[in-house]
């Protein structure tokens, strides 16, 4: 059975990530023939999570999963330590005493109990008796009708979410209406008032990203930048004499690390490098997706045609949320790194050569199964190679960058 599995960060009121809720489907939707659903869902998050492990996915936080009520009466949550797992009851759960029994038996064993899509009615209502968490649709919800939900919530006690905040201003309405926890892409949509005056290091660190980026990189240009800091000399020391690369002898010289790394190494770390230091927010989510993006990116290029364009690739997943790192505009950031015309094209207009690993990158993300799958198709990329891909990006990016 093929899996897909994506996650999406939920955050909290300073916009540090708490948790990810975990999208998951078996198979292509033309190729899915499943006679049970609920028996499918349970095989994936079987499977899926028994091999490769909630800590590990999810770096540590709690994972918000879907439950059906056949998945609730099967005891599938009891499979997980109740410390990584938040339950959360799809809008199609009904409110019967058999569901509602299960959902105090799990709260008494530690579990957090959520509701998804959320809407307040007779038939819902029992529901706010055993849960902790109970998640807002902001683009389904009545804005007339918000304030007197978040009364009743605020009533009971139960922590509110705010689920497909897609804008500044649906999350300043949330925060306002008492929310604390989010989830949405509104921060891939910053709010730019004015271009932010950059501090030194930065500046040296978009000089730095751009020296590496020319056709022809000079090594004794990217010395002499480096040498300028020294955190970054210090990083880049620390890097090579590291038992990931074991050199014979140990390297003492900036100039002697470049030339170990070579040109495609040296591009990678400082474009990882800089994106941690450079950036003008205390946005976890927004660097976490960044890398995840461009190592995922770089994995899937491998396997199609633009293999030898795997490094632009990365480049692009890693710079598709400099406006949100930065706060300032994409399209003046990405002339001043002097990013590759590609890049540009993708990251500017989502068109170009790069333009299907990009949309397949973003609808896996997304959780948009049917967008991916056609992109897939378009690039010869089967199921198992796209998931498998997308997990080693986790795997391969640090949990926390703080």
């Known amino acids: 059975m093929n899996v897909f599995l994506a996650r999406q960060p939920i955050l909290d009121v300073k916009q540090r990530i708490r948790a990810y809720e975990i999208l998951y489907r078996s198979g292509y939707t033309n190729h899915y023939s499943a006679a049970d659903p609920d028996e499918a869902s349970s095989v994936v998050v079987l499977d899926t999570f028994q091999h490769l492990g909630l ?14 009520s056949r998945l609730l009466a099967m005891d599938i949550a009891t499979l997980f330590p109740s410390k990584y797992l938040v339950i959360e009851l799809l809008e199609s759960v009904e409110s019967s005493p058999e569901v509602l029994e299960k959902c105090r038996e799990l709260k008494a064993a530690g579990y957090t109990i959520a509701l ?82 950059l501090l030194p290091l930065q500046l040296i660190c978009l000089e730095l990203i751009a020296a590496v980026n020319r056709p022809e990189m000079d090594y004794k240009e990217v010395t002499a ?58 946005l976890d989510a927004p660097v976490i997706t960044s890398l995840v993006r461009g190592r995922f990116s770089e994995l899937l290029a491998d396997k199609t045609h633009l293999r030898e364009k795997s490094g632009a690739l990365f480049l692009s997943g890693l710079f598709s949320m400099l406006d949100v790192l930065l706060q300032r505009p994409m399209e003046m950031i990405l002339e001043e790194v002097h990013a590759p015309p590609e890049v540009q094209q993708l990251l500017l207009e989502g068109s170009g050569p790069y333009e299907d690993i990009g949309s397949l990158v973003f609808a896996y993300e997304q959780g948009r199964w049917g967008d991916m799958e056609q992109y897939a198709t378009r690039l010869r990329l089967e199921p198992e190679v796209v998931t498998q891909a997308y997990i080693e990006a986790i795997r391969w990016c640090p949990g926390s960058l703080d």
């Open 116 to 197: 998804d899509d959320f809407v307040y009615t007779a038939s819902t209502e029992p529901f706010l008796e055993v849960a902790d968490i109970v998640k807002v649709d902001f683009q389904a919800a009545d804005c007339s009708e918000l304030a007197d939900l978040v009364a009743v919530l605020q009533s009971r006690g139960l922590t509110m979410l705010a689920e497909k905040v897609e804008n500044w201003e649906e999350l300043e309405l949330a925060r306002d209406l008492g929310f604390t926890m989010f989830q949405g892409y509104y921060f891939s949509r910053p709010e730019i008032v004015t271009a932010k005056r």
């Open 225 to 282: 930048i480096i040498s300028r800091d020294l955190s970054l000399t210090y990083s880049l020391l620390r890097l090579v004499n590291s038992a990931a690369f074991f050199p014979r002898h140990r390297i003492e010289s900036v100039q002697q690390a470049l030339v170990f790394l070579g040109e495609k190494e040296i591009k990678k770390w400082v474009s990882l490098i800089a994106m941690q230091q450079m950036r003008t927010t205390k």
């Open 55 to 68: 800590d590990s996915l999810t770096g540590g936080n709690p994972a918000f999963i879907n439950f059906s």
